[in-house]
């Protein structure tokens, strides 16, 4: 029975590994204006909670690894999705460009995002009242895009 339960549960978690895991696929990397171009496939975890996640660029040479400082583009607060872009210019960093092989993994954000959809209110006080302030008036229509939100409050403590 204590064997069965044991089973039971490394499954779950197989599962759960299986919905939440993220992968990067189709990484490429081309020379382009003095940078580096580097796309990639990105596949996030399932779920309600819409997660982001942080890329991590690491970039070897000749038996030398770095962590590129200077790369802009989809690093910091991605969403999975197809055809994503990091540009690196290691030129700036005070390094040749030429010779560099670059991997990419996906570190979840440490907040989780809701998507919120966009709409459009009535926003005032109208003449079905008389306790409206000057400022309440006119009633008009506000519209509002869609955004992402986090899932949990931000606290100062």
Not at 19 to 27: A, D, E, M
Not at 28 to 50: A, C, P
Not at 55 to 64: D, F, M, P, Q, Y
Request: with cysteine; charged share 20%.
């Amino acid at each position: 029975m204590k064997k069965a339960r044991t089973s039971t549960l490394l499954f779950i978690l197989f599962i759960l590994h299986i919905l939440y895991s993220q992968s990067i696929t189709n990484i490429q990397q081309k020379t382009e204006n003095g940078r580096i171009v580097i796309t990639y496939d990105f596949q996030g975890g399932s779920g309600e909670v819409y997660n982001v996640y942080n890329i991590i660029l690491r970039a070897e040479k000749e038996g030398t690894t770095i962590h590129p400082r200077v790369a802009v583009g989809d690093v910091r607060d991605v969403s999975p999705g197809k055809d994503k872009e990091i540009w690196w210019e290691p030129v700036l960093e005070g390094r040749t460009l030429a010779g560099w092989q670059v991997s990419l993994k996906a570190e979840k954000s440490l907040f989780s995002m809701i998507w919120v959809p966009g709409g459009a209110f009535e926003m005032g006080c109208g003449s079905w009242t008389s306790e409206c302030d000057s400022d309440e008036k006119p009633v008009h229509t506000v519209t509002v895009n869609s955004f992402y939100m986090s899932a949990t409050e931000v606290t100062q403590a």
